[in-house]
Every structure is written in C-alpha cells, then in structure tokens.
C-alpha cells in the first residue's frame, strides 16, 4: 500500500520560514517524479512545485520561485519543501504528490498525501 506523509506544517509569522517534509512507503520513490500542491479554503487545489525523480530538475510556480526550494533524498524516501520570506498569501494545507510521469503542474498525480497545514500571520 502506497502512503505518502507530510510533515513540518505549523504557525508562523511573515518573513519566516518552514521545511516540509514528504514520507513515502510502498514505492520506491527514487523512480517518481515529485510535487508538492497547496489548497486554501474555497479556492481550487494550485500547484507549488515539481522535481523530477533523479532530481536534476525542478519546477515552480510563479508564485513561489525564489522563496521556495524542493529537494529529494532518495535514499530515505523523503522530498522536502524549504520556503522562506513566507507570505500571509502562502497559507493552505500543502500535500506532496508523485508519480512516474513528468506531470509537472498537472493534478494526474496517481498518489497523493493527506497535507500539512501552513498557516502564516501577518
């Protein structure tokens, strides 16, 4: 059974930081290409940022480029998700996804964690 688990979500005030972390089991997560999404209430699910499996590339949103680094640690099957200079804008329940094709901002991830909710005040 595949599960992908996020942690490190939290309060923090504008300016701050918070590093994410994504578990997998089931999968040999070394082999997926990655992303990481957030969903604030009633608005739509938006994309964050996408590495792919070996992780030589990366891919972000507009929104977040620069504040916003994801990495991989294969070896331990985790993704990781470092933002800084955080926003009252970045607030949302941020969930990992993976899957063995370079989907980047699509949503046709086949695996999906539960999210983590970030929360920053201004």
């Known amino acids: 059974q595949v599960q992908l688990v996020e942690s490190g979500g939290g309060s923090v005030q504008a300016g701050g930081s918070l590093r994410l972390s994504c578990a997998a089991s089931?999968?040999?997560?070394?082999?997926?290409?990655k992303a990481w999404f957030r969903q604030s209430p009633g608005m739509e699910r938006e994309f964050v940022g996408a590495?792919?499996?070996?992780?030589?590339?990366?891919y972000y949103a507009d929104s977040v480029k620069g504040r916003f680094t994801i990495s991989n640690d294969n070896a331990k099957n985790m993704m990781y998700l470092q933002m800084n200079s955080l926003k009252p804008e970045d607030t949302a329940v941020y969930s990992c996804a993976a899957d063995s094709t370079w989907l980047r901002e699509s949503l046709e991830y086949d695996y999906w964690g539960q999210g983590t909710q970030v929360t920053v005040s201004s």
């Open positions: 089931g999968l040999t997560f070394s082999r997926y290409n």
């Open positions: 590495i792919a499996w070996s992780g030589g590339t990366t």
